[in-house]
């Protein structure tokens, strides 16, 4: 929906609230300042001005015991086309004989659920209450149509169905069900219904049919009740009155094959059993298109297609035997005339020819014991074949209706069982009739006219007036005509005009139909309702036959002719007749007529009998149900739409006992309940009396409807009931009950749902509990496992450590095996990273040789690692500090200053020395060089000097000059002192000319100079380290001296002495 429409919809339904609020308001206010009336007024005025007309409800009648007033009212109201009217919830029909608008889908939806007086009079108003009460109070309804012939009660069930099958919930099922609903009423129709001359489409049965609902107010089933079909039509009708509609249907509609195959003609002339009444065609009625109707109806029911044929053949059957013709032999017994007919017939139901003739023509009579077949008369022999077409009829109409309940039986029984089932009863009857010739069957529906009137009364006028008086209600009596004088006349044991019949049917002797209206003289010869030729006065004698007796009805006197009553009511039919239908190949005749039938020798009961026993129990069926009622008036005997035949109409209003409901109605209360089921119903609506009642009834019934705030006026509370006087009060507290149903059902819910969440969640939390308990119990069974492992090991490892000492066995071997594990895993952990860490774990005693190893390879291993990182640069270095490392370690003071200071590769480059002392090395190539101080021999001068290293000597530079080379060769060795100073001397040999004797030098890098020369010159042996003194030669015979002493500062300088002094600081103790 969009929401442009949604908007709409809710302004629209808002004013509806607001319209509504209003009207209640408004009632009010009318109801204090008018009283009584003034609310039916009200709920007047809140209809359409249309239906203002007159007054929807008698009850609101200006003068209600004035029957000009009431007919006035229902004249206002036909001109209008109103035809419906309430007296209070009964509902008065007025047949409009012509269609009105008012049975469309919007009107049913407009009297869906809403309250009785909200809406104007209607068929479906009716129809809802009654649903509504069935769903709401869980009490079986019935509705009852009743009104003379045509007055329109077929009509009114038909509305009443139609309603249901529209309005109520449906699923698939359903559906079929309600299709069959409505279908079952062509078919019925069409074999039970005729023209009459007071009605085109008169039931010529009563029916009673119940329809089940399911606990959701669905239609699931149905039932029907069929009483009493009037069978003499099929083989007579009156002047201007027709057979059975099916007949003409048959003729009219059905196709060219299927006459040819039943063997009949389109015309219904032909037969004499359509011909009686001289009137074939009736306008009103479309026979062909009828006929449509009732094949798809039939299909729809369930009938299959050879039940359709086989059905059809029976009627085309009854068709041909009417035909039948007798002729009289000299003997006098009759023979059959026509054998066409004959054969037709035997070929549709499947019966010998030559036996049904037989059968139709004879008679068995047993004599002396045995079997005689006895001819009949001609006139004998056409009653039988009239006996036979009427069994067959009817029998054939009870199978029809049997089959359509077994089509709409509700099959899931279980879901039916009586707390959930609930049943609306339908009662449409064949209405009160009076003809010019009234028989047996005008008789027996007047009966049934009178027993429905009494049962009207008993449940509206005398119980309702008992109930006030039972109840101790203040009350003044209204006086009605009580018909069950007459029914006693009709129905009493012995004494009854039904037993005196049936006295003379069974009577042996020769009775006639005119000994039972003479004994009938005799017996109930002076009763007020019933009189003779005889015994009446000249006036009556002259509109009587001789033949006729009559009833004073409730609705009028009837004369009824007594021929045929005997006959009829005795209703026979010859043995051999039913034997042959016995042996039928049709498979409905075999189950119409049953084979025991043959055997049973216990006479069937009579008509009338039969009859009275089903009304009877009807009537029980009735009574057990909560009646609604429809009163149906037919406006004038022409059939006629706008005609209002007033003498006609007062006629019915009296007979219906209208006025006297009126009265009742008037002076009485609408509504009234047992108090334990009104307190039931409305308790929720006042706190005292929510959710339960402790205290009497009538005490919470009056605090409940204080709460309500009922003015006194408005209700009345008797001895077990409460009587409430105005729907509207009703309607009030009901429209209360509906509000109030909403929050209790929310409360029911959220009480459902908390109980059910809770429910939902002790069962999780049950169920955690036990995943919980198994899982601490696995985790508790682990932990006391590990435990247990864990003491184990930690034995085994005491045990271990005591036999530690021991050889492997198995007490100690976990022990030795995790000492040596341990060792070996804190092994890997520490290893030494370095080669000069050396620390390493002490291993167990028995691993003392494998950490051996290990440490070894470690070593080699860090060793291998180290060399392969280790670069040529610093493997000369080191090779270089290795050497020195040789020559002065612990030797030499300053050694241990030496260490950390790398050797330079030189420490004079090519720039820093003159060309020409390069150029005078020529090829020999320059290795080391380094800046010094040399001494002189003599005077100890300290002189500038460049020290140089080449591959085969040690040169001495001043500037550019080479003042002295030392081969290596000749260099005999080196001295230096044990201290920190840097002197050194190279020491020659002193025969050598070239030289001038030892060299006295001093280094800043005394270390690296002297660890380089040694390198250069190979004389890494030849470094003597002197702790005291140097002796050196300087020249040939020369010597000098130098003399080394610790000192605090580097002091060199010539000694008196004649030495050389060397103080040099102490860097290291020794
Ligand atoms: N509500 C209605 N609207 C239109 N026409 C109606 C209505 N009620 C009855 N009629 C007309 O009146 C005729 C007779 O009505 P209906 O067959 O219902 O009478 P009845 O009371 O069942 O009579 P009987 O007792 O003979 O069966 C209908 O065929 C129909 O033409
Ligand atoms: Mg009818």
């Not at 469309?104 to 809406?119: A, D, L, P, W």
């Not at 009364?457 to 309702?464: C, F, Q, V």
């Amino acid at each position: 929906m969009d929401l442009s429409k949604l908007g709409d919809l809710m302004r629209k339904t808002q004013s509806a609230i607001v319209e509504k609020e209003r009207l209640i308001k408004a009632m009010d206010d009318i109801q204090s300042a008018v009283g009584v009336d003034g609310v039916r007024a009200m709920m007047e005025s809140a209809l359409t001005a249309r239906d203002r007309v007159g007054v929807q409800d008698f009850v609101l009648l200006e003068n209600h015991t004035s029957e000009v007033a009431f007919i006035e009212n229902l004249r206002k109201r036909f001109k209008e086309n109103l035809i419906y009217t309430y007296i209070s919830s009964v509902l008065v029909s007025v047949n409009p004989y012509k269609e009105l608008e008012i049975y469309t889908k919007q009107h049913m939806e407009r009297y869906r659920g809403v309250n009785f007086y909200e809406v104007s009079p209607h068929i479906y108003a009716v129809s809802d209450n009654a649903y509504r009460s069935m769903r709401t109070e869980r009490r079986d309804q019935c509705i009852l149509i009743s009104g003379e012939s045509g007055a329109g009660k077929t009509e009114a069930s038909k509305k009443v169905l139609q309603y249901y099958a529209v309005t109520c919930p449906a699923s698939d099922h359903v559906q079929t069900v309600k299709d069959r609903l409505l279908q079952s009423n062509p078919v019925l129709e069409a074999f039970g219904n005729a023209k009459t001359l007071r009605n085109d489409n008169s039931s010529r049965f009563g029916k009673y049919m119940d329809i089940q609902f399911d606990f959701k107010g669905a239609p699931v089933g149905g039932h029907i009740l069929n009483y009493l079909l009037e069978k003499s039509r099929v083989v007579h009708q009156s002047h201007g009155e027709r057979n059975f509609h099916i007949f003409y249907q048959l003729i009219e509609g059905g196709e060219e094959d299927l006459l040819r195959r039943l063997g009949l003609e389109r015309n219904t002339s032909q037969y004499q059993y359509l011909v009686k009444g001289n009137c074939p065609k009736v306008s009103s009625i479309n026979d062909r298109s009828d006929w449509k109707v009732v094949l798809k109806a039939l299909t729809v029911i369930g009938f299959s297609d050879d039940e359709v044929e086989e059905l059809l053949n029976i009627i085309a059957s009854v068709l041909h035997l009417g035909n039948v013709q007798f002729g009289s032999e000299d003997s006098g017994s009759a023979w059959i005339t026509s054998e066409t007919q004959i054969r037709y017939m035997s070929r549709l139901i499947g019966v010998d020819v030559a036996v049904l003739k037989e059968a139709l023509t004879h008679k068995k009579i047993i004599a002396k014991g045995e079997e005689l077949m006895s001819p009949l008369n001609q006139e004998q022999a056409a009653a039988a074949r009239d006996a036979l077409s009427k069994a067959v009829y009817g029998r054939t109409f009870s199978w029809l209706v049997n089959k359509i309940n077994d089509s709409l039986a509700f099959k899931d029984d279980s879901r039916l069982s009586s707390k959930n089932a609930s049943v609306i009863g339908l009662l449409d009857i064949y209405g009160f009739e009076v003809f010019q010739n009234n028989s047996f069957e005008q008789f027996c529906i007047n009966y049934c006219n009178e027993k429905l009137q009494q049962l009207f009364i008993e449940l509206t006028l005398k119980s309702e007036q008992d109930e006030y008086e039972a109840e101790g209600i203040t009350w003044e009596p209204v006086q009605y005509f009580n018909n069950k004088i007459i029914c006693d006349l009709v129905e009493e044991k012995f004494k009854g005009i039904i037993s005196i019949l049936d006295e003379e049917c069974l009577r042996p002797g020769d009775a006639t139909d005119i000994t039972f209206l003479e004994k009938l003289e005799e017996t109930v010869g002076g009763h007020a309702h019933f009189v003779t030729h005889k015994l009446a006065d000249g006036k009556t004698r002259k509109v009587m036959g001789r033949e006729d007796f009559r009833l004073l009805h409730y609705a009028g006197e009837v004369n009824y002719n007594v021929n045929g009553f005997l006959d009829k009511n005795n209703d026979l039919l010859f043995r051999n007749l039913k034997e042959v239908m016995c042996r039928s190949e049709n498979k409905i005749l075999t189950q119409c007529f049953d084979r025991e039938e043959l055997t049973d020798k216990k006479r069937p009961e009579t008509t009338a009998t039969q009859f009275k026993t089903s009304l009877a129990k009807l009537m029980e069926i009735l009574m057990s149900k909560e009646p609604s009622y429809v009163r149906c008036i037919k406006p004038n005997d022409a059939k006629q739409a706008g005609r209002f035949d007033e003498v006609l109409i007062r006629h019915q209003v009296k007979y219906l006992g209208l006025m006297e409901n009126l009265r009742v109605r008037r002076a009485g209360f609408a509504y009234r309940r047992r108090y334990e089921i009104f307190l039931q119903r409305y308790k929720s609506l006042c706190p005292e009396t929510w959710p339960s009642w402790n205290g009497r009834l009538v005490d919470g019934v009056s605090t409940l409807v204080k709460h309500l705030g009922y003015k006194p006026e408005e209700y009345k509370l008797g001895r077990s009931k409460i009587f409430i006087r105005f729907p509207k009060t009703l309607f009030a507290t009901e429209d209360a009950l509906e509000t109030r149903k909403h929050s209790i059902a929310t409360k029911l819910q959220s009480a459902w749902k908390g109980y059910s969440q809770k429910t939902k969640y002790r069962k999780l939390r049950s169920n955690a509990i036990v995943i919980q308990a198994w899982w601490r119990g696995i985790l508790a069974c682990k932990k006391a496992q590990r435990r247990r492992q864990a003491a184990d090991t930690i034995r085994k490892f005491i045990k271990g450590f005591i036999y530690r000492h021991q050889p492997r066995c198995p007490e100690n071997e976990y022990f030795l095996d995790y000492v040596r594990y341990s060792f070996l895993m804190k092994l890997h952990r520490s290893l030494p990273k370095t080669v000069l860490d050396k620390s390493w774990p002490t291993p167990p005693p028995a691993l003392a040789e494998a950490s051996e190893h290990l440490r070894k390879m470690c070593m080699q291993n860090m060793v291998w690692k180290y060399c392969k990182s280790i670069s040529p640069e610093w493997k000369h270095q080191m090779e270089q500090k290795m050497v020195a490392s040789e020559i002065f370690k612990d030797k030499k003071d300053n050694y241990p200053q030496s260490v950390p200071k790398l050797f330079v590769g030189t420490r004079l480059n090519g720039e820093d020395i003159n060309p020409k002392v390069l150029q005078a090395l020529g090829s020999e190539k320059m290795k080391y060089a380094i800046p010094v101080t040399k001494y002189d021999r003599k005077g100890y001068k300290a002189r500038s000097r460049q020290l140089l290293l080449t591959a085969n000597c040690v040169v001495i530079v001043e500037e550019a000059k080479l003042k002295q080379r030392v081969d290596y060769n000749s260099l005999k060795g080196i001295s230096v002192s044990s201290l920190s100073d840097g002197v050194f001397v190279l020491h020659v040999p002193c025969e050598d000319n070239k030289q001038k004797g030892d060299v006295v030098l001093q280094s800043e890098h005394v270390i690296e100079t002297l660890t380089k020369l040694a390198i250069c010159a190979d004389k890494i042996n030849s470094i003597n380290i002197n702790p005291g003194s140097i002796t050196f030669t300087g020249g040939p015979g020369k010597e000098g001296i130098i003399d080394f002493t610790a000192g605090s500062d580097l002091l060199i300088a010539k000694a008196k002495n004649g030495h050389l002094s060397v103080t040099a600081p102490r860097l290291n103790s020794r």
